[in-house]
């Protein structure tokens, strides 16, 4: 688990022109939903390409300690032999989520309709993080939820015994909410609706109803209205996780900052849920050819070619792009510092309450860098420098959070002087095989 383990020191230098294929690891979001779902099942689900990162780890140990039997054939390959809807039994001891919001508060959702209580914790970065965002609709099916001051971890979760069923909006764009009060809504009698006004990820609906379940989705004025009839017997399924466009985003963006890259990344998700980095790029000038457009694993899926961008340019992010790109304005802020005029970014403050708080970690690490930034509550603003204009040569703190530590060991390739961050460990948690394939491209990563 990541925080329990020593601090590990890395470097970044120049790097030569990145070149060859990256193939990254599968994505994390879908990844615990199939070991979630899979639980939920009745039978055996086989799972491929699953990506076998600390955070889905974590999931398929709680997933055992619920009743569950969760086996590992090879890597990625693995299979779920489920309970069923509200065969969930109490677990013997506390679940450790390690550093993952989406396990525990997809894992709380699920047990909250069942007579069981569990205790849950994580480690230091995921024990500050709101945990009252799931336990407030929660108490709506009858869920008790008793944790720390400000609704933090440690937290025991006592499953209603009698549920009722929820109507629901969601106050914050959250996959992570929605997707907690749909499988609370599973073990609930009549059917439980869940309104978002702004789309966020939507892999819980479509691989519920890959599941069996009976869920529709309506577009309205008011959002998107999601209705799931509860009790549904879940058929279990073959997933094939497709890669993981968050964790694409960090070997496309060092190719474009690199000179002299070309790169090929394959299968990244077009999903319009999630590639709302990639909109942006585009935006920006990055030179990427979105080739062979295809459907794997349920999601669209192209090849991506990137090649080094010179001419990157400053945009304004429109702020309702956010949902669909919530987890890469970190690496973008470090595109944005090598491109030409001013980045901005608004409607972000959900940053605030990930594995960080992005913003400020960005905003620290990049002015020690060199760049001129600026930061309000809901803002952040990249001063570009241009291709290779980043002056760097700091040392940048990583707030046990990978997608902190990925993105400044990106930025180290294409700065004038080397970047450090004082802890890389985190990086497990997504993208375990990353410093192997950035080096294989052409990074110049080291440890310290
Ligand atoms: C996720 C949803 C997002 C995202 C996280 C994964 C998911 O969190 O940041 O990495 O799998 O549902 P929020 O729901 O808090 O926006």
Same mark, same amino acid.
């Given at each position: 688990?990541s925080?329990?383990?020593?601090a590990?020191v890395?470097?970044?230098a *120049?790097?030569?022109?990145?070149?060859?294929?990256?193939?990254v690891?599968g994505?994390k979001s879908i990844?615990?939903?199939?070991?979630?779902?899979?639980?939920?099942?009745?039978? /055996?689900? *086989?799972?491929?390409g699953?990506?076998?990162?600390e955070?889905?780890?974590d999931?398929?140990?709680?997933?055992?300690?619920?009743?569950a039997t969760?086996?590992?054939?090879g /890597?990625?390959?693995?299979?779920?032999?489920?309970?069923?809807?509200?065969?969930?039994?109490e677990?013997?001891?506390?679940i450790d989520?390690?550093?993952?919001?989406?396990?525990?508060?997809?894992?709380?959702?699920?047990?909250?309709?069942?007579? =069981?209580?569990?205790?849950?914790?994580?480690?230091?970065?995921?024990?500050k993080?709101?945990?009252?965002?799931?336990?407030?609709?929660?108490? !709506?099916?009858g869920?008790?939820a008793?944790g720390?001051?400000?609704?933090?971890?440690?937290?025991?979760?006592? #499953?209603?015994?009698?549920?009722?069923?929820?109507?629901?909006?969601?106050?914050?764009?959250?996959a992570?909410?929605?997707s907690?009060?749909?499988?609370?809504?599973l073990?609930?009698?009549?059917e439980?609706?869940?309104?978002?006004?702004?789309?966020?990820?939507?892999?819980?609906?479509r691989?519920?109803?890959?599941?069996g379940?009976?869920?529709?989705?309506e577009?309205?004025?008011?959002?998107?209205?999601?209705?799931l009839?509860?009790?549904?017997?879940?058929?279990?399924?073959?997933?094939?996780?497709?890669?993981?466009?968050?964790?694409?985003?960090f070997?496309?963006?060092?190719?474009?900052?690199? /000179?002299?890259?070309?790169?090929?990344?394959?299968?990244v998700?077009?999903?319009?849920?999630?590639?709302?980095?990639? !909109?942006?790029?585009?935006?920006?000038?990055?030179?990427?050819?979105?080739?062979?457009?295809? /459907?794997e694993?349920g999601e669209?899926?192209?090849?991506?070619?990137v090649?080094?961008?010179?001419?990157?340019?400053?945009i304004?992010?429109p702020?309702?792009r956010?949902?669909?790109?919530?987890?890469?304005?970190? =690496?973008?802020?470090?595109?944005?510092?090598?491109?030409?005029g001013?980045?901005?970014?608004?409607?972000?403050?959900?940053?605030?309450?990930?594995?960080?708080?992005? =913003?400020?970690?960005m905003?620290?690490?990049?002015?020690?860098?060199g760049?001129?930034?600026?930061?309000e509550?809901?803002?952040?603003?990249?001063? #570009?420098?241009?291709?290779?204009?980043m002056p760097?040569?700091?040392?940048c703190?990583?707030h046990?959070d990978?997608?902190?530590a990925?993105?400044?060991?990106?930025?180290?390739m294409a700065?004038?002087?080397? =970047?450090?961050?004082?802890d890389?460990?985190?990086?497990?948690t997504?993208?375990?095989?990353?410093?192997?394939?950035?080096?294989?491209l052409?990074?110049?990563?080291?440890?310290?």
């Amino acid at each position: 688990m990541s925080g329990h383990g020593d601090a590990q020191v890395m470097i970044s230098a *120049k790097s030569g022109p990145l070149k060859g294929v990256a193939s990254v690891p599968g994505d994390k979001s879908i990844s615990h939903r199939s070991l979630i779902f899979g639980a939920m099942a009745v039978g /055996e689900t *086989k799972i491929s390409g699953l990506l076998e990162g600390e955070d889905v780890i974590d999931t398929a140990k709680a997933m055992r300690a619920f009743g569950a039997t969760v086996t590992r054939h090879g /890597e990625g390959i693995w299979s779920v032999n489920g309970v069923g809807v509200g065969g969930f039994q109490e677990p013997a001891d506390v679940i450790d989520c390690g550093n993952s919001g989406t396990g525990v508060r997809l894992i709380m959702g699920t047990m909250a309709t069942t007579p =069981i209580s569990a205790t849950f914790t994580g480690d230091a970065s995921l024990r500050k993080r709101p945990m009252g965002r799931v336990t407030d609709p929660l108490s !709506l099916f009858g869920t008790e939820a008793y944790g720390r001051k400000g609704g933090r971890l440690p937290m025991t979760v006592v #499953g209603a015994a009698d549920p009722v069923p929820v109507r629901y909006t969601l106050p914050v764009a959250s996959a992570q909410v929605k997707s907690a009060v749909l499988l609370a809504g599973l073990n609930a009698p009549g059917e439980t609706v869940v309104i978002e006004r702004e789309p966020t990820r939507d892999h819980s609906e479509r691989m519920l109803l890959g599941f069996g379940a009976d869920l529709s989705v309506e577009k309205t004025a008011e959002g998107h209205v999601i209705t799931l009839k509860g009790r549904p017997e879940l058929r279990p399924q073959s997933v094939a996780v497709p890669r993981d466009p968050s964790s694409a985003a960090f070997p496309v963006c060092a190719a474009l900052i690199t /000179e002299g890259s070309d790169i090929r990344v394959p299968g990244v998700s077009q999903n319009l849920t999630r590639n709302g980095l990639y !909109l942006t790029l585009v935006e920006m000038g990055a030179l990427i050819d979105f080739e062979n457009p295809r /459907e794997e694993g349920g999601e669209p899926v192209a090849d991506l070619r990137v090649r080094f961008s010179p001419d990157l340019k400053g945009i304004e992010v429109p702020e309702e792009r956010a949902p669909s790109m919530i987890d890469e304005y970190p =690496i973008l802020s470090v595109v944005a510092s090598f491109a030409e005029g001013v980045t901005t970014m608004r409607g972000v403050k959900e940053l605030r309450v990930k594995e960080s708080d992005r =913003i400020d970690a960005m905003a620290r690490g990049l002015e020690a860098c060199g760049v001129k930034i600026e930061e309000e509550e809901d803002v952040l603003i990249v001063h #570009g420098m241009g291709a290779g204009g980043m002056p760097g040569g700091a040392t940048c703190k990583t707030h046990l959070d990978h997608r902190i530590a990925m993105s400044f060991l990106v930025a180290g390739m294409a700065a004038k002087r080397e =970047i450090t961050v004082d802890d890389g460990s985190p990086i497990v948690t997504s993208f375990p095989v990353f410093e192997a394939l950035m080096n294989g491209l052409g990074a110049a990563i080291r440890r310290g």
